[in-house]
């Protein structure tokens, strides 16, 4: 395959380990040009049906039984990821729009993840063992799993559902966003080479087909990363075959920022946490709450790394941000920071001129002078604006973070440890953090949220329980054992 940024990326569905063109294709663009990138196919219901059939009889073979398969076949994944990082990071970069290094950044921690549950055996659980009886458990996968992945992050979030669901023995159908699909294709295409055939599926297209995997009477779980809307929505389809489920919805990240912290030192790491992938992160610090005595200096410094971020197509060597991702997302964003402007906030978002293309450009934008209610503030902008507001009691500051339908991450800077764990402790969030914020995932830490955030865990011990089935057994001994 070409790196040839005009080589059109043709790519087809795997199913059964063969290539589905399906009767239909849509185009794929670049947002930062507008350029179409490549094509993939429109499944139909047909294609979900032969793409969970596949997965079933996968299920049923050496693979749910055999541990030492699985990780030899996680460990190639990584291999594979490893070998075609360069070709997967410019393609992932024309249809995401993130820079190339970025993009890098995620095949990495996709074979880091890989890699992590290749090196990762079974360990026993023993709930009793007496004189009277023996109580263990005994795990099994759940089955055929739909893995639903958003277009922010596609391949870090596919892979922290992807390494532990073929961990535990499941065979799975990929779903990847209608504007990132052509990344997912191309890697699914080089794992089948690595994989039982029906291991790994994967349907593409609109909500329609995502909507019939939920609701796919064969599918024994789903795991979806999205917006609460569409969260709730993949919720109430679910229920009627009584699907076990993961939601990563949406969230609006608190950080707060004490009296005692250095201005200097942290406003690098917070622009860092708010403006990845141009905002468009669940977990960035979308609202920034700063105390009186240092938020002057903290909003000066904020705004000049803002000016200072050069924003340009994701494949030029000198860009720090690229476009946001699509045309909806633009449109809100720009609606929210007119809002914000009529209101009479003000909205730093000056600095170099933005590239001469017609993309879905942005500029980072310093947010101040919002009343705690603003639309900017109470809802996830996901995008690449920051609103700071000042406090003077901390208990205010942790009140206006907690006042949130959502609970995904949550942190407190300072220079005092020990306060800034007593602070965070207080915040309604699943994932808390002191002096850093939405850490690259972590194969060994959970992730998940609470309140409108969704609910269950990837990675770590808990993401595995996500994907497996604990059955109880209980071996009474003999009696003549008993004595």
Same mark, same amino acid.
């Given at each position: 395959?070409?790196?040839?940024?005009?080589?059109?990326?043709?790519?087809?569905?795997?199913?059964?380990?063969?290539?589905?063109?399906?009767?239909?294709?849509?185009?794929?663009?670049?947002?930062?040009?507008?350029?179409?990138?490549?094509?993939?196919?429109?499944?139909?219901?047909?294609?979900?049906?032969?793409?969970?059939?596949?997965?079933?009889?996968? &299920?049923?073979?050496?693979?749910?039984?055999?541990?030492?398969?699985?990780?030899?076949?996680?460990?190639?994944?990584?291999?594979?990821?490893?070998?075609?990082?360069?070709?997967?990071?410019?393609?992932?970069?024309?249809?995401?729009?993130?820079?190339?290094?970025?993009?890098?950044?995620?095949?990495?921690?996709?074979?880091?993840?890989?890699?992590?549950?290749?090196?990762?055996?079974?360990?026993?659980?023993?709930?009793?063992?007496?004189?009277?009886?023996?109580?263990?458990?005994?795990?099994?996968?759940?089955?055929?799993?739909?893995?639903?992945?958003?277009?922010?992050?596609?391949?870090?979030?596919?892979?922290?559902?992807?390494?532990?669901?073929?961990?535990?023995?499941?065979?799975?159908?990929?779903?990847?966003?209608?504007?990132?699909? &052509?990344?997912?294709?191309?890697?699914?295409?080089?794992?089948?080479?690595?994989?039982?055939?029906?291991?790994?599926?994967?349907?593409?297209?609109?909500?329609?087909?995502?909507?019939?995997?939920?609701?796919h009477p064969e599918?024994?779980?789903?795991?979806?990363? %999205?917006?609460?809307?569409?969260?709730?929505?993949?919720?109430?389809?679910?229920?009627?075959?009584?699907?076990? &489920?993961?939601?990563?919805?949406?969230?609006?990240?608190?950080?707060?920022?004490?009296?005692?912290?250095? $201005?200097?030192?942290?406003?690098?790491?917070?622009?860092?946490?708010?403006?990845?992938?141009? %905002?468009?992160?669940?977990?960035?610090?979308?609202?920034?709450?700063?105390?009186?005595?240092?938020? $002057?200096?903290?909003?000066?410094?904020?705004?000049?790394?803002?000016?200072?971020?050069?924003?340009?197509?994701?494949?030029?060597?000198?860009?720090?941000?690229?476009?946001?991702?699509?045309?909806?997302?633009?449109?809100?964003?720009?609606?929210?920071?007119?809002?914000?402007?009529?209101?009479?906030?003000?909205?730093?978002?000056?600095?170099?001129?933005?590239?001469?293309?017609?993309?879905?450009?942005?500029? @980072?934008?310093?947010?101040?002078?919002?009343?705690?209610?603003?639309?900017?503030?109470?809802?996830?902008q996901f995008g690449?604006?920051? $609103?700071?507001? @000042?406090?003077?009691?901390?208990?205010?500051?942790?009140?206006?973070?907690?006042?949130?339908?959502?609970? &995904?991450?949550?942190?407190?800077?300072?220079?005092? $440890?020990?306060?800034?764990?007593?602070?965070?402790?207080?915040?309604?969030?699943?994932?808390?953090?002191?002096?850093?914020?939405?850490?690259?995932?972590?194969?060994?830490?959970?992730?998940?949220?609470?309140?409108a955030s969704g609910?269950?865990?990837?990675?770590?011990?808990?993401?595995?329980?996500?994907?497996?089935?604990?059955?109880?057994?209980?071996?009474?001994?003999?009696?003549?054992?008993?004595?």
């Amino acid at each position: 395959m070409s790196n040839n940024e005009s080589q059109m990326q043709d790519l087809h569905n795997i199913s059964a380990g063969k290539h589905v063109r399906g009767s239909s294709a849509y185009s794929v663009f670049n947002p930062a040009t507008l350029e179409i990138v490549g094509h993939a196919p429109l499944s139909t219901a047909s294609d979900l049906d032969e793409a969970v059939t596949s997965a079933t009889m996968a &299920l049923k073979g050496q693979w749910s039984r055999d541990e030492a398969l699985r990780r030899e076949a996680l460990a190639a994944c990584a291999d594979i990821l490893d070998r075609h990082v360069d070709e997967l990071a410019r393609l992932l970069s024309l249809e995401q729009g993130k820079p190339v290094v970025s993009a890098a950044g995620e095949l990495r921690i996709a074979s880091r993840i890989c890699r992590h549950y290749a090196a990762r055996t079974t360990r026993s659980e023993i709930i009793r063992d007496t004189n009277a009886d023996r109580v263990t458990v005994l795990r099994a996968p759940v089955g055929v799993v739909g893995l639903i992945v958003p277009w922010n992050f596609p391949i870090t979030i596919l892979f922290m559902k992807l390494g532990p669901a073929m961990w535990c023995g499941n065979t799975v159908i990929i779903k990847p966003a209608p504007t990132t699909p &052509l990344t997912t294709l191309r890697l699914a295409e080089l794992f089948s080479a690595a994989l039982p055939t029906g291991v790994l599926n994967t349907i593409t297209g609109e909500g329609d087909i995502g909507e019939a995997l939920v609701a796919h009477p064969e599918v024994a779980k789903i795991s979806f990363t %999205g917006s609460t809307a569409t969260g709730r929505r993949v919720m109430q389809s679910a229920a009627s075959t009584l699907k076990r &489920l993961t939601l990563e919805l949406g969230g609006n990240d608190a950080a707060i920022v004490l009296e005692d912290a250095d $201005p200097d030192l942290v406003a690098p790491r917070l622009f860092a946490s708010a403006f990845t992938n141009a %905002g468009q992160l669940c977990a960035a610090v979308k609202r920034l709450y700063v105390h009186r005595r240092i938020y $002057p200096q903290l909003v000066e410094n904020l705004q000049r790394l803002a000016r200072e971020t050069k924003v340009g197509i994701g494949t030029a060597a000198t860009t720090k941000m690229g476009p946001v991702n699509n045309r909806m997302q633009f449109d809100r964003i720009r609606g929210l920071v007119d809002e914000a402007r009529a209101a009479g906030a003000k909205v730093c978002d000056d600095g170099e001129a933005l590239p001469d293309l017609p993309g879905y450009f942005l500029r @980072p934008a310093i947010v101040t002078g919002l009343a705690a209610d603003a639309r900017l503030v109470v809802e996830e902008q996901f995008g690449p604006i920051l $609103p700071v507001l @000042p406090f003077t009691e901390t208990e205010d500051a942790i009140a206006q973070a907690n006042a949130s339908e959502f609970g &995904l991450g949550g942190s407190v800077w300072s220079n005092d $440890p020990q306060r800034a764990i007593d602070v965070a402790a207080g915040l309604e969030a699943g994932s808390l953090y002191v002096n850093s914020h939405a850490i690259p995932p972590d194969p060994e830490i959970p992730f998940g949220g609470i309140k409108a955030s969704g609910f269950g865990y990837e990675l770590g011990d808990w993401g595995i329980d996500e994907f497996g089935i604990r059955r109880v057994m209980r071996v009474e001994h003999p009696a003549e054992a008993k004595s």
